[in-house]
Protein backbone atom coordinates (compact mmCIF):
# COMPACT_ATOMS: atom_id res chain seq x y z
CA UNK A 1 0.00 0.00 0.00
CA UNK A 2 1.38 3.43 -0.86
CA UNK A 3 0.31 6.43 1.24
CA UNK A 4 2.05 9.12 -0.06
CA UNK A 5 0.36 12.28 -0.94
CA UNK A 6 -0.70 12.65 -4.74
CA UNK A 7 2.51 13.82 -6.63
CA UNK A 8 2.95 16.10 -9.53
CA UNK A 9 2.37 14.70 -12.92
CA UNK A 10 5.26 14.40 -14.83
CA UNK A 11 2.36 13.80 -18.43
CA UNK A 12 2.46 16.80 -20.82
CA UNK A 13 -0.49 18.85 -19.38
CA UNK A 14 -0.78 22.74 -18.74
CA UNK A 15 2.06 23.34 -15.37
CA UNK A 16 0.38 23.80 -11.99
CA UNK A 17 3.45 23.30 -10.09
CA UNK A 18 5.57 21.14 -12.24
CA UNK A 19 6.35 20.96 -16.03
CA UNK A 20 7.14 18.03 -18.26
CA UNK A 21 10.94 17.85 -18.17
CA UNK A 22 13.49 15.81 -19.76
CA UNK A 23 16.80 15.34 -18.76
CA UNK A 24 20.17 16.85 -20.44
CA UNK A 25 23.38 15.41 -19.68
CA UNK A 26 25.64 17.13 -16.74
CA UNK A 27 28.72 19.06 -18.23
CA UNK A 28 32.08 17.16 -17.53
CA UNK A 29 32.98 17.44 -14.17
CA UNK A 30 35.96 15.78 -12.16
CA UNK A 31 33.96 12.83 -10.80
CA UNK A 32 36.55 10.41 -8.57
CA UNK A 33 35.53 7.27 -8.45
CA UNK A 34 36.95 5.45 -5.17
CA UNK A 35 37.08 1.79 -4.19
CA UNK A 36 34.32 0.96 -1.21
CA UNK A 37 34.97 0.07 2.03
CA UNK A 38 32.32 -1.38 4.61
CA UNK A 39 31.25 2.47 5.88
CA UNK A 40 30.00 2.77 2.30
CA UNK A 41 27.93 -0.15 2.28
CA UNK A 42 24.16 1.15 3.60
CA UNK A 43 22.64 -1.55 5.60
CA UNK A 44 18.65 -2.60 4.07
CA UNK A 45 15.83 -0.25 6.03
CA UNK A 46 12.89 -2.64 7.51
CA UNK A 47 9.93 -1.55 6.06
CA UNK A 48 8.82 2.26 6.37
CA UNK A 49 4.99 2.60 7.61
CA UNK A 50 2.96 4.83 8.93
CA UNK A 51 1.88 5.21 12.69
CA UNK A 52 -1.17 3.66 11.81
CA UNK A 53 1.21 0.79 10.58
CA UNK A 54 0.34 0.62 7.04
CA UNK A 55 3.06 0.30 5.14
CA UNK A 56 5.04 2.80 2.76
CA UNK A 57 6.80 2.17 -0.59
CA UNK A 58 9.34 4.68 -0.68
CA UNK A 59 9.79 5.43 -4.42
CA UNK A 60 10.23 8.52 -6.65
CA UNK A 61 7.92 10.26 -8.80
CA UNK A 62 11.15 10.64 -10.86
CA UNK A 63 12.47 8.50 -13.41
CA UNK A 64 16.05 6.07 -11.92
CA UNK A 65 19.13 7.15 -11.99
CA UNK A 66 22.33 4.98 -12.70
CA UNK A 67 25.08 5.01 -10.26
CA UNK A 68 27.54 7.24 -10.93
CA UNK A 69 30.70 4.65 -10.79
CA UNK A 70 30.55 1.04 -11.00
CA UNK A 71 29.60 -1.55 -8.77
CA UNK A 72 31.74 -1.21 -5.43
CA UNK A 73 33.01 1.88 -6.00
CA UNK A 74 31.78 5.15 -4.25
CA UNK A 75 32.11 8.76 -6.16
CA UNK A 76 33.05 11.99 -4.94
CA UNK A 77 33.37 15.50 -6.49
CA UNK A 78 35.40 17.87 -4.96
CA UNK A 79 34.37 21.37 -5.83
CA UNK A 80 36.95 23.84 -7.21
CA UNK A 81 36.17 27.03 -5.81
CA UNK A 82 36.35 28.05 -1.46
CA UNK A 83 33.98 27.97 1.29
CA UNK A 84 33.03 31.30 0.82
CA UNK A 85 30.70 30.83 3.36
CA UNK A 86 32.71 30.49 5.86
CA UNK A 87 33.85 34.23 5.41
CA UNK A 88 30.17 35.12 6.58
CA UNK A 89 29.89 32.68 9.35
CA UNK A 90 27.66 33.72 12.40
CA UNK A 91 26.94 36.92 10.52
CA UNK A 92 23.35 38.63 10.91
CA UNK A 93 20.39 38.65 8.17
CA UNK A 94 22.64 41.92 6.88
CA UNK A 95 25.75 43.15 7.99
CA UNK A 96 28.71 44.38 6.40
CA UNK A 97 27.20 44.84 3.28
CA UNK A 98 25.47 41.76 2.21
CA UNK A 99 22.67 40.43 3.14
CA UNK A 100 20.13 36.83 2.98
CA UNK A 101 16.57 37.08 1.88
CA UNK A 102 14.54 33.99 2.17
CA UNK A 103 11.42 32.98 0.70
CA UNK A 104 10.01 29.83 2.76
CA UNK A 105 7.50 27.52 4.38
CA UNK A 106 7.84 25.32 7.54
CA UNK A 107 6.77 22.73 9.33
CA UNK A 108 7.27 23.35 13.05
CA UNK A 109 6.82 19.38 14.74
CA UNK A 110 9.43 17.07 15.96
CA UNK A 111 10.72 14.77 13.38
CA UNK A 112 14.26 12.88 11.98
CA UNK A 113 13.81 13.27 8.75
CA UNK A 114 11.47 14.72 5.83
CA UNK A 115 11.43 14.34 1.83
CA UNK A 116 11.01 17.60 -0.58
CA UNK A 117 9.65 17.44 -3.84
CA UNK A 118 10.92 20.78 -6.32
CA UNK A 119 12.52 21.22 -9.55
CA UNK A 120 15.96 22.26 -10.41
CA UNK A 121 16.13 26.32 -12.09
CA UNK A 122 19.02 27.77 -13.44
CA UNK A 123 18.37 31.75 -11.63
CA UNK A 124 20.18 34.61 -13.06
CA UNK A 125 22.85 35.99 -10.91
CA UNK A 126 24.11 39.25 -9.78
CA UNK A 127 27.65 40.57 -10.68
CA UNK A 128 28.39 40.27 -6.60
CA UNK A 129 31.54 38.02 -6.48
CA UNK A 130 29.72 35.83 -3.81
CA UNK A 131 26.46 35.53 -4.41
CA UNK A 132 24.26 32.46 -4.60
CA UNK A 133 21.06 31.42 -5.14
CA UNK A 134 19.27 28.03 -4.02
CA UNK A 135 16.51 26.02 -3.50
CA UNK A 136 16.69 23.47 0.21
CA UNK A 137 15.52 22.15 3.29
CA UNK A 138 16.88 23.15 6.73
CA UNK A 139 16.21 20.24 9.10
CA UNK A 140 16.90 22.05 12.11
CA UNK A 141 17.26 21.67 16.10
CA UNK A 142 16.76 24.48 18.68
CA UNK A 143 16.10 27.53 16.02
CA UNK A 144 18.87 26.51 13.63
CA UNK A 145 21.33 25.70 16.72
CA UNK A 146 22.60 22.66 14.70
CA UNK A 147 21.02 22.02 11.36
CA UNK A 148 21.49 19.59 7.96
CA UNK A 149 20.39 21.29 4.49
CA UNK A 150 20.59 19.98 0.74
CA UNK A 151 19.02 21.11 -2.04
CA UNK A 152 20.33 23.13 -5.52
CA UNK A 153 22.02 25.96 -5.90
CA UNK A 154 23.76 28.73 -8.26
CA UNK A 155 27.30 30.03 -6.64
CA UNK A 156 29.66 31.16 -9.12
CA UNK A 157 32.06 30.99 -6.83
CA UNK A 158 32.24 27.89 -5.70
CA UNK A 159 31.91 26.08 -8.66
CA UNK A 160 32.91 28.53 -11.75
CA UNK A 161 29.97 28.50 -13.51
CA UNK A 162 26.43 29.65 -13.27
CA UNK A 163 24.76 26.25 -13.43
CA UNK A 164 22.70 24.14 -10.96
CA UNK A 165 24.26 21.57 -8.81
CA UNK A 166 23.60 19.67 -5.92
CA UNK A 167 24.49 20.65 -2.60
CA UNK A 168 24.79 19.52 1.15
CA UNK A 169 25.34 21.95 4.12
CA UNK A 170 26.48 20.77 7.51
CA UNK A 171 26.12 23.33 10.65
CA UNK A 172 26.37 21.89 13.94
CA UNK A 173 27.34 24.96 15.87
CA UNK A 174 24.71 27.53 14.79
CA UNK A 175 26.68 28.84 11.92
CA UNK A 176 29.72 29.80 14.29
CA UNK A 177 32.75 28.63 12.23
CA UNK A 178 32.41 25.14 12.10
CA UNK A 179 29.83 25.19 9.48
CA UNK A 180 30.56 24.26 5.34
CA UNK A 181 29.76 22.83 2.70
CA UNK A 182 30.44 18.92 2.06
CA UNK A 183 33.41 18.73 -0.15
CA UNK A 184 34.14 22.62 -0.33
CA UNK A 185 37.30 23.38 0.49
CA UNK A 186 38.10 20.60 2.65
CA UNK A 187 34.57 20.11 4.22
CA UNK A 188 34.53 16.09 4.51
CA UNK A 189 32.20 14.76 6.83
CA UNK A 190 30.13 13.23 4.30
CA UNK A 191 29.90 9.09 3.46
CA UNK A 192 29.16 8.73 0.50
CA UNK A 193 27.70 5.17 -0.47
CA UNK A 194 28.50 2.51 -2.54
CA UNK A 195 27.36 2.56 -5.97
CA UNK A 196 25.37 5.86 -5.07
CA UNK A 197 23.10 7.71 -7.81
CA UNK A 198 23.95 11.44 -7.07
CA UNK A 199 26.82 13.44 -5.32
CA UNK A 200 27.30 16.53 -3.58
CA UNK A 201 28.08 19.53 -6.17
CA UNK A 202 27.22 17.53 -9.34
CA UNK A 203 25.82 19.37 -11.94
CA UNK A 204 21.93 19.41 -12.03
CA UNK A 205 20.02 19.72 -15.32
CA UNK A 206 17.47 22.58 -15.16
CA UNK A 207 14.02 21.84 -15.33
CA UNK A 208 14.51 18.36 -13.67
CA UNK A 209 11.86 16.97 -11.08
CA UNK A 210 14.34 16.09 -8.09
CA UNK A 211 13.45 14.81 -4.58
CA UNK A 212 15.58 15.84 -1.71
CA UNK A 213 15.49 14.01 1.31
CA UNK A 214 16.88 13.14 5.06
CA UNK A 215 16.37 10.66 7.78
CA UNK A 216 18.17 9.69 11.03
CA UNK A 217 18.51 6.20 11.71
CA UNK A 218 21.15 4.62 13.73
CA UNK A 219 23.69 7.81 14.54
CA UNK A 220 23.10 8.60 11.00
CA UNK A 221 22.10 11.26 9.18
CA UNK A 222 20.98 9.37 6.15
CA UNK A 223 20.96 12.19 2.85
CA UNK A 224 18.92 11.06 -0.07
CA UNK A 225 17.67 11.94 -3.77
CA UNK A 226 14.68 10.79 -5.52
CA UNK A 227 14.11 8.62 -2.65
CA UNK A 228 17.57 6.91 -2.64
CA UNK A 229 20.20 7.39 -0.74
CA UNK A 230 23.40 8.90 -1.54
CA UNK A 231 25.22 9.06 1.67
CA UNK A 232 25.22 10.07 5.04
CA UNK A 233 26.87 12.69 7.74
CA UNK A 234 27.84 10.35 10.45
CA UNK A 235 26.07 12.06 14.30
CA UNK A 236 29.57 11.81 15.50
CA UNK A 237 30.10 14.98 13.45
CA UNK A 238 27.27 16.72 15.45
CA UNK A 239 28.85 16.00 18.38
CA UNK A 240 26.05 13.83 19.92
CA UNK A 241 24.03 16.55 20.18
CA UNK A 242 21.91 16.14 16.86
CA UNK A 243 19.48 12.96 17.32
CA UNK A 244 16.09 14.35 16.31
CA UNK A 245 14.68 18.10 14.83
CA UNK A 246 11.89 20.36 16.13
CA UNK A 247 11.70 22.46 12.68
CA UNK A 248 11.95 21.82 9.04
CA UNK A 249 11.89 24.90 6.49
CA UNK A 250 11.78 24.24 2.57
CA UNK A 251 12.02 27.04 -0.08
CA UNK A 252 14.47 29.53 -1.52
CA UNK A 253 17.49 31.19 0.05
CA UNK A 254 18.97 34.28 -1.29
CA UNK A 255 22.78 35.91 -0.95
CA UNK A 256 23.45 38.83 -2.14
CA UNK A 257 24.61 42.36 -1.78
CA UNK A 258 22.78 44.60 0.25
CA UNK A 259 22.58 47.76 -2.34
CA UNK A 260 22.17 45.53 -5.54
CA UNK A 261 20.29 42.17 -5.13
CA UNK A 262 19.40 42.04 -8.35
CA UNK A 263 20.49 37.85 -8.45
CA UNK A 264 17.28 35.78 -9.04
CA UNK A 265 14.79 33.42 -6.51
CA UNK A 266 13.66 29.91 -7.93
CA UNK A 267 12.43 30.86 -11.66
CA UNK A 268 12.94 34.65 -11.31
CA UNK A 269 8.70 34.96 -10.88
CA UNK A 270 7.26 35.66 -7.82
CA UNK A 271 5.59 32.63 -5.43
CA UNK A 272 2.08 34.75 -5.88
CA UNK A 273 2.85 34.42 -10.01
CA UNK A 274 1.44 32.02 -12.50
CA UNK A 275 4.76 30.22 -13.84
CA UNK A 276 6.89 30.23 -10.43
CA UNK A 277 8.81 27.53 -8.63
CA UNK A 278 6.47 25.34 -6.88
CA UNK A 279 7.36 22.70 -4.70
CA UNK A 280 5.61 19.86 -1.92
CA UNK A 281 6.80 18.17 1.13
CA UNK A 282 5.85 14.59 0.22
CA UNK A 283 6.38 13.08 3.55
CA UNK A 284 7.64 13.74 7.32
CA UNK A 285 9.03 11.20 9.92
CA UNK A 286 8.24 11.14 13.47
CA UNK A 287 10.74 10.60 16.08
CA UNK A 288 9.76 6.31 15.64
CA UNK A 289 10.71 6.60 12.18
CA UNK A 290 7.01 6.39 10.97
CA UNK A 291 6.23 8.61 7.74
CA UNK A 292 3.28 11.22 7.92
CA UNK A 293 2.63 11.77 4.03
CA UNK A 294 1.58 15.02 3.13
CA UNK A 295 2.26 17.02 6.25
CA UNK A 296 0.78 20.51 5.79
CA UNK A 297 3.01 23.49 5.30
CA UNK A 298 2.84 27.14 7.11
CA UNK A 299 4.05 30.09 4.34
CA UNK A 300 6.87 31.89 6.17
CA UNK A 301 6.59 35.74 5.89
CA UNK A 302 9.35 36.78 3.29
CA UNK A 303 12.48 38.43 4.21
CA UNK A 304 11.59 41.32 1.51
CA UNK A 305 8.39 40.91 -0.13
CA UNK A 306 9.18 44.05 -2.72
CA UNK A 307 11.97 41.38 -4.30
CA UNK A 308 11.32 37.62 -3.72
CA UNK A 309 7.94 35.87 -1.98
CA UNK A 310 6.06 32.75 -1.44
CA UNK A 311 2.37 32.02 -1.95
CA UNK A 312 -0.25 30.29 -3.76
CA UNK A 313 -0.39 27.68 -1.14
CA UNK A 314 -3.16 25.03 -2.16
CA UNK A 315 -6.08 24.11 0.34
CA UNK A 316 -4.28 21.41 1.69
CA UNK A 317 -1.64 23.16 2.40
CA UNK A 318 1.03 21.01 1.07
CA UNK A 319 1.95 22.61 -1.91
CA UNK A 320 2.69 26.50 -2.63
CA UNK A 321 5.16 28.62 -4.89
CA UNK A 322 7.90 30.71 -4.29
CA UNK A 323 10.59 32.88 -5.99
CA UNK A 324 11.34 36.54 -6.95
CA UNK A 325 13.43 38.72 -9.85
CA UNK A 326 15.27 40.32 -7.40
CA UNK A 327 15.57 44.32 -7.30
Known amino acids: MRTHA ?4 LVAVPCIAFCLWVAAPAAAQSLKCSVAGPENVIPEHAPWKTASGAPVELESAAPPSPPLCAPG ?3 EIMASGPNVRKK ?8 GGYCYWYATAYIAKKNVGTNYATRVEGPKMSGWADAHSDDQYWISFDNGLRTIEEGWVVEPAVY ?3 APHLFIYFNPDNYEGEDCQINVDGCEYFVAANE ?4 PNEELPEGKLIEFGAYYESERWYLTVDARVIG ?8 GHFTYAGEVEYGGEVFDDEDAPTSQMGNGKFGTE ?6 QVIDLWDSDLEIEAGPAVTLETASNKAIYDSGRLNKSKTEWHFGGPGA
Do not use: H, M, W
Request: charged share 20%; with cysteine.
Open 88 to 95: YAGGERCE
Open 196 to 199: ATFT
Open 6 to 9: PRFS
Open 274 to 279: SGSLGA
Open 73 to 75: AVP
Open 232 to 239: YIPESAYK
Open 160 to 162: GND
